[in-house]
Structure formats: C-alpha cells, structure tokens
C-alpha cells in the first residue's frame, strides 16, 4: 500500500489505567508518534472497593485522556503528518458496560449522578455480579429454551454484559429506571468520535455482544422471554442493541468536525467500529489460524482463530465464547484467558512492600523528600530483584504449589468464586521461593487454557506473546514457554494493542482490502524466541499435576 510517509492511521488503547494512542505509518507499520495518559480519577483509587470486587471508572476519565494522548502523540510529529491521517481505530476493555441516555450519554455525566458508582462503567475486572451470573447460569440450563449460554463457554461469566447490567439494577432503583440502554466502553467511544446521538444508531461490536452478551448468528441476542425471566427491564435494553452486530473492519461512523478541531485531524476521516483490546491485540501480534495470541499483562486474554465449520459448530467448554468475525472477519475468533496474571506477582509487591507505607512515615529523623525517594525506588525494585533471585531456584526445590485465582478463574470453566492459595510453605520458604511459585502458578493457568483448547479438537501450531509482562520479563516468559512445553514468539512492539486498532483503521479506511493484508505489510518482526528448556518438561509435569490437584481441592471447598 502506498509509499511511506504517504498516509498515516492513528490507533487509540484504553487499558484498565491508561490509554495509548499510536500514530503510525500506513505503509509499513513503523511509529511516527505515541503516548501514554493515565486515568486521574482511577490513578486516585475512587470509585473503587477492592474488598468488595468493585471496579468502576468515571466516564470523563475516558474522555480526558482522548483529548489529550493524541494531542501529546500530534504534538510529537507535527501538523504535516497529522492531516495525512486517514483513519481511527479504538480498543477498550471489555466486558466494560455503562447505563446511558437514549443520546448516548453515560448517566455519570449527569450532575445527578456524577458520583454515584452504578452511573459508571463498569469495568470488566468488576466481580460485583456473582449471584447474578449466578442465576443466568441456572436459568440458561434450566427453562427449556436455547441454552444461549453454549457458544460462550457453557458458562456465563461474572464479568460480562448481562451480569452487570443486572448488577447495576440491584445497586439502584433509579439508574435502572433512568437508563435507556447500557453500552460497551469500545460502542461509546464510537458515539462519542463520530456525533451518535441515538443508541440504536451505534453500529455494536460483535466482539463484545458475541463474547459478553450472548449474541450469536443462529438467534441474534437472548428472547425476550429468557431475559424477562431474569428481569423484564431486560428486554428494553436489548432492543435498544438492535439486531445487527458488525466486525471492526467496518466504518462505524466519521469524525465529526468538533472532535477532528480539538484533535487537529482532518475531519469526516473514518472511524472503525470499536472493539477490544485483546481481539485487536491479538490482529497486532499476528495472529493467524492456528497460532494462539497470549496478551500477557495485569490479566491474560488468549486468542486464536480458525475457520468455520461447513458442518454445525462445535462449541468449546469452559471459554469465553467463540464468535464468527471478533477477531478476523471471516474466521471464528475463539478467547480464553486468566482474570489475574501480572495482577498477582503486582499483589506480592504490595505484600512486601506493606511496611514501606504503613511504617516508613513513622519513622522519625528522615527528611520527607528522602523518605518518599526510599519508597518509591524500593517499590520499583522488589519485582526485578524477586526475579533475579527466583531465577537462580530450581522448580523442584521450591516444595510450594500455587493458584493463580486470586481474582477467581476466567478459563477453563469460569468460577469468580474461586480464591487463590499456597500450599508446602515451610520456615525455609523465603520471598524468592514464594514470587516463583507465583509465577509458575499463572504459567499453569496458561497450560491449563491450552490443554482445554487442545481436547475441544483447536489446534495450536505456535504462541505468540504480547503485552507488558512478555516485553519486560524474560523470567516470567521463559517460564511460561517451559511449562507449555511451547515456543513463545515475542513481537518487536510495545503496542501491538494499538498497533492492531490502527490495521483495522488502515482497513476502514480503504488503504488495505482485508485484515491479513494489513497483518501482513504492517505487523512487528519477531523480536525474541523463547524456547522451553527440555530438561524441565518432566518436572513441570509433575508441578502441573499438582496444581490441578490442589485446584480440585480449592474448588471442592468454594463457597463453604
């Protein structure tokens, strides 16, 4: 496509702190501009009750960061290239709803309900729902109707669309008589970029009405009659969706002239229909038949694709669905993923770091500045020092065996219930000890997602590795591609995320035909080969046996 320099597409990533915009070349995938802006109100911990599993971000956090990372990214690269833009694309978390106006108006926005926590979205790391999945769960399988649970999994998930939603309507009275729809973080930001001021004009993004609220091509979304068995409030949400679902190659609408002022771009460019982070990731990292797309971060999101059956589908127990079209148009996308992955190595920092907040400043005769220098470096050491330490153990010597559910099970067979835990804790058992089994407990998790794709007939070819924990820990990766028994193919790109946003911009917007014609010009090099460590396979065999062990004993105990 095109001669470098020529034309240019901007990707936007919102992750569960930040956002990322990525300016970069149609012509060859090479990054002109970035940067980086975190959410204020979540940097200051409002909105949220971790002990309560309750995650909800402010929507003008969303809209803050729009305006200025790209402003931060244009400023980087100059006007000239700015008006060479020919396209926007947006990833966002996801399954992350908020209660809106029928003009698309989160109710957060209102003065009204400017600090009320059900006006917000609700992100996806939210496990407030749990008995509400809970009664999805027992009525999919239980009113003699289509179990519209099957191509999800078999399970619906705490963290997804119609939880929530129900969720939302048992925290207050009002918002459920107020909202007029509930829309997906991706859905909103295509409103808000091209001017929708109707929900039913949105163009929905089968990535999350497929994965996260039960839309399939065989029904469209729910009856009528299954919802209204869980809530007759239901079924005013689900027309307010439609009935089409549409693929993030397609235009979902055109930047309006207030926008493309505030952003400097040139105005009416086209705006993808927006999708999630892990689906588009997965575009960026090169995902193809076959090859498994492991985005490695706070959690994990895997994703592979394949092509569709010319018989009946088959559904894959214990996932988070399979959806014709999420991840590349014209192939079924198929996710898994693990709720807490650099999530849990993050809670041990914090474990070990406790005394540094809760002691140090009672500390007498340190200067103020020193003594927040002292934190600080600390904190930004423990995690490169655990694994320099770990790395010198053996995984035999260890004698300990983890969890990785510290924010319960995603895959296989979602169960928010579940809690972590450690087991062969001696007086011997230091930190490093503990940090590695840590590691290796979310390097099972990962195997165990394998395994179960494995023994529904998905092959895995290959794996390839993106995210913040792949491009920053060697360790912890090294690990993974030890217990996988798998090579582990690591991209030459800190946004592959927003990389695979901009594919589909660069699609959208008629610079390429397709998604693997764009894969193919613009996709990162590999940059690093992990190859497992064959001396290891037996141990991490025996070490995974027992993990699934002291699994089946955690789940026998949940809920007691």
Known sequence: MGVKGEAYVLGLD???????????????????????????????????????????????????????????????VGKGILAKIRGIAIDTTGSTPCAVRQDCTPLALLPEFAENPSAMFVLWKDHTAIAEAARINELAKTWGGTDFTQFVGGIYSTEWYWSKILRVFSEDGKIASTAYAFLEHCDWMTAVLTGIKDVTAVKKSRTAMGHKAMWHADWGY???????????????????????????DTVGGYLTAAWAADLGL????????????AHMGAVGGGVKPGWLVKVMGT????????????????????ICGQVDGSTI??????????????????????ILAW??????PSVDGIDPGIREKITRDIEKKIIPELEKAADKINPEDTGIIALDWLNG????????????????????????????????????????????????GVAIEGVIAIGGVARKSSF??????????????????????????????????????????????????????YTPNPGRAAVYDKLFARYKALGTFAESEAGK
């Open 14 to 76: 919102y992750g569960t702190d930040s956002c990322r915009a990525v300016i970069i070349d149609a012509a060859d995938g090479s990054e002109a501009g970035s940067s980086v802006m975190y959410y204020p109100r979540w940097g200051r911990g409002l909105y949220c009750d971790p002990a309560k599993n309750q995650f909800r971000q402010h929507p003008q956090d969303y809209i803050d960061v729009l305006s200025g990372s790209v402003k931060e990214a244009g400023a980087a």
């Open 222 to 248: 729910p009856s009528d009659d299954f919802l209204s068995r869980l809530d007759p409030r239901l079924v005013k949400i689900k027309n307010a969706l439609g009935t089409e679902t549409y693929t993030n």
């Open 266 to 277: 040139p105005e009416g460019i086209p705006v993808a229909v927006c999708g999630y982070d």
């Open 299 to 318: 959690s994990t999101c895997d994703i592979i694709v394949g092509p569709k059956p010319s018989s009946p589908e088959k559904a894959v127990r214990g």
């Open 329 to 350: 148009p014209g192939l079924l996308g198929y996710e898994a993923g693990q709720s807490a992955f650099g999530d849990v190595y993050a809670w041990f920092k914090d």
């Open 355 to 360: 005394p540094l907040k809760a002691m140090l």
């Open 409 to 456: 099970r995603r895959t296989p067979d979602a169960n928010q219930e579940l809690k972590g835990a450690v087991t062969g804790l001696s007086l011997g058992s230091d930190a490093p000890k503990v940090f590695r089994a840590l590691v290796e407990a979310t390097a099972f998790g990962a195997r165990a997602i394998v395994e179960r794709f494995r023994d529904e």
């Open 476 to 529: 912890v990766t090294q690990i993974v591609a030890d217990v996988l028994k798998m090579p582990i193919n690591v991209p030459a790109s800190d946004q592959c995320v927003a990389l695979g946003a901009a594919m589909f911009a660069a699609v959208a917007a008629g610079l390429y035909p397709d998604v693997p014609s764009a894969q193919k010009a613009l996709c990162a090099p590999i940059e690093k080969v």
